[in-house]
């Protein structure tokens, strides 16, 4: 507002103005971002488990050291050195604005100490345009080329490159987003997005473009970890999260379009959505929570675990994930336990193949949910099990499939004489499954595969003369024309090398085998397939 004043002096008028600045309007409501709240965050169903704030305090970036309190930003705030939250806990709503690193050093935007916890919320509605770039990173603006527009509600954290530092020589880069070195991170709404973890020729370990979590403890019940990668180079990954020896409950909210990029050698880039390590690493998937749209050069688009447990319920959608082997989820852990939600629509590119969930050791039991409509290049449209032990007591695996000659459209089982892979099912349905190579619900190589009940049905194996890239049929060592199915198994394909296939209880029926007419040596038609 202007205040105008006219004094009068000997005939003399003089006239000043003066501007007054409005009080910033009260900042008040719970630290999970909302003014009324009776959601369960950590405590119980009336709210009592995380409180109201009144007196929330204006922060502009001047202090990055904070420690307990409840702060706000009044605009946006560009970083040039990491935000430390020292001890404590500390509420920081982002209040729709970017909270941005733009320093000459590669460090993390925020850092959460052993002894502190953070919670970060937004009170708005504000949108944010921007796009994912060829990098996998989310970027603020119009874009330019057909990328598609990604627009994000809330405030924005971004521009992070990793947490670098050193211990015995050892140097290491962790969490593009956040860094949480032992605290507490609690996410109830916001965005981090745009941030990188990037690969460097002396660092012993690194991951986690969007968040870092080591030896803490990260509950998100909301929000989004989006368009955030990890660069790497033989090892590391987690485009979006990496959990290293720590606690991760997912209630709501969405890691989506985040990447695992290899920048050189032959392999690495795994997780591209989550990448779990650590034998004392736990997962916990529930509620709302949706992994989506993520991609990873090596294994496991949605979720890579290496070592450690994951859980999950309620209606979780680990959707449309991508990667060369494991589409949806790459497990190579403890146990991996299905109580619900849906692991669908993801697809493998590889020669290994796994379209939902591929298994590579520890202990798979799926009690509900779904693996459904995941396709693989290679070998497991649903699930692909080379070690370890998938158990089937409930739920569905529908609607998978294998393209190319590749076999196991539903279900693959496969022992490359190092693992001992046995698939048990005891309840569930594997149904509308199809395969262009053999085992259009289920294929068996030397593995076992035992079956005490559930259903088998409806799958289907398309048997077809296999076609080169011009399109023409090949041909075998004598001359015929080559299909892509030699044994069949519209339900089960079980190949003798070391294979075991006992059924105690359970049903297979109304399952099919498409025929088909090839050439052979001679140049006689001859017809194959057909056997259920």
């Known amino acids: 507002?202007?205040?105008?004043?006219?004094?009068?002096?000997?005939?003399?008028?003089?006239?000043?103005?003066?501007?007054v600045s409005a009080p910033a309007p009260a900042h008040s409501h719970y630290n999970c971002g909302v003014e009324s709240c009776n959601a369960d965050h950590n405590g119980d169903a009336t709210g009592n488990g995380h409180s109201t704030v009144d007196s929330w305090t204006?922060?502009?970036?001047?202090?990055?050291?904070?420690?307990?309190?409840?702060?706000?930003?009044?605009?946006?705030?560009?970083?040039?050195?990491?935000?430390?939250?020292?001890?404590?806990?500390?509420?920081?709503?982002?209040?729709g604005h970017v909270l941005k690193y733009d320093g000459t050093g590669k460090e993390s935007v925020i850092k959460v100490a052993s002894n502190a916890t953070l919670s970060i919320c937004d009170c708005t509605n504000t949108t944010h345009t921007g796009y994912i770039n060829s990098d996998g990173l989310w970027v603020a603006g119009t874009p330019s080329g057909e990328e598609a527009t990604v627009?994000?509600?809330?405030?924005?954290?971004?521009?992070?490159?990793?947490?670098?530092?050193?211990?015995n020589n050892n140097y290491y880069r962790y969490g593009g987003g956040i860094?949480?070195?032992?605290?507490?991170?609690?996410?109830?709404?916001?965005?981090?997005a745009g941030n990188l973890c990037a690969y460097e020729s002396d660092l012993s370990k690194y991951g986690g473009g969007g968040v870092y979590v080591k030896n803490g403890t990260f509950n998100m019940y909301d929000g989004t970890i989006t368009g955030n990668c990890a660069m790497t180079k033989t090892k590391g990954g987690g485009g979006g999260l990496y959990l290293d020896n720590s606690t991760f409950n997912m209630s709501g909210g969405k890691i989506s379009?985040?990447?695992?990029?290899?920048?050189?050698?032959?392999?690495?880039?795994?997780?591209?959505?989550?990448?779990?390590?650590?034998?004392?690493?736990?997962?916990?998937?529930?509620?709302?929570?949706?992994?989506?749209?993520?991609?990873?050069?090596?294994?496991?688009?949605?979720?890579?675990?290496?070592?450690?447990?994951?859980?999950?319920?309620?209606?979780?959608?680990?959707?449309?994930?991508?990667?060369?082997?494991?589409?949806?989820?790459?497990?190579?852990?403890?146990?991996?336990?299905?109580?619900?939600?849906?692991?669908s629509n993801n697809t493998a590119t590889g020669s290994y193949g796994a379209g939902g969930v591929e298994v590579a050791g520890g202990t798979v039991t799926m009690n509900a949910g779904s693996i459904s409509d995941n396709t693989a290049a290679g070998t497991g449209g649903g699930v692909r099990v080379y070690d370890g032990t998938f158990t089937m007591a409930g739920g569905s695996i529908s609607g998978n499939k294998t393209t190319g000659s590749a076999h196991g459209g539903g279900v693959y089982i496969y022992s490359n004489s190092s693992g001992t892979p046995t698939f048990v099912m005891t309840a569930g349905k594997i149904s509308g499954n199809t395969a262009s190579g053999n085992g259009g619900g289920v294929y068996v190589l030397r593995s076992t595969f035992n079956m005490y009940g559930g259903l088998i049905t409806g799958n289907?194996?398309?048997?077809?003369?296999?076609?080169?890239?011009?399109?023409?049929?090949?041909?075998?060592?004598?001359?015929?024309?080559?299909?892509?199915?030699?044994?069949?198994?519209?339900?089960?394909?079980?190949?003798?090398?070391?294979?075991?296939?006992?059924?105690?209880?359970?049903?297979?029926?109304?399952?099919?085998?498409?025929?088909?007419?090839?050439?052979?040596k001679n140049g006689k038609s001859v017809e194959t397939g057909g056997n259920g």
């Open 58 to 95: 204006a922060w502009d970036g001047g202090d990055t050291n904070l420690t307990s309190g409840s702060y706000y930003l009044t605009d946006n705030v560009t970083l040039t050195e990491t935000l430390t939250i020292s001890s404590g806990e500390v509420n920081l709503c982002l209040n």
């Open 151 to 167: 627009p994000l509600t809330g405030g924005i954290i971004t521009g992070g490159k990793g947490y670098h530092f050193s211990d």
């Open 460 to 520: 289907a194996l398309h048997c077809k003369l296999a076609l080169d890239d011009q399109g023409k049929p090949t041909l075998d060592k004598d001359g015929a024309q080559k299909v892509t199915s030699t044994r069949g198994g519209g339900a089960v394909s079980v190949y003798t090398d070391g294979s075991s296939f006992y059924m105690y209880g359970g049903e297979i029926s109304g399952n099919e085998t498409t025929k088909v007419t090839y050439l052979d």
């Open 257 to 343: 379009q985040n990447k695992a990029h290899l920048v050189s050698g032959s392999y690495g880039g795994y997780g591209g959505g989550i990448y779990v390590f650590g034998s004392n690493s736990q997962a916990n998937l529930s509620g709302t929570a949706e992994i989506s749209g993520n991609s990873a050069y090596s294994n496991g688009g949605g979720i890579y675990l290496a070592t450690g447990s994951i859980t999950m319920s309620g209606n979780v959608a680990i959707d449309g994930n991508e990667a060369q082997n494991g589409g949806g989820v790459s497990f190579k852990g403890n146990t991996f336990t299905i109580n619900g939600g849906s692991i």
């Open 1 to 19: 507002a202007t205040i105008t004043a006219t004094t009068a002096d000997g005939g003399k008028t003089a006239t000043c103005a003066v501007t």
């Open 179 to 192: 860094f949480v070195d032992g605290g507490t991170l609690n996410l109830y709404g916001g965005n981090i």
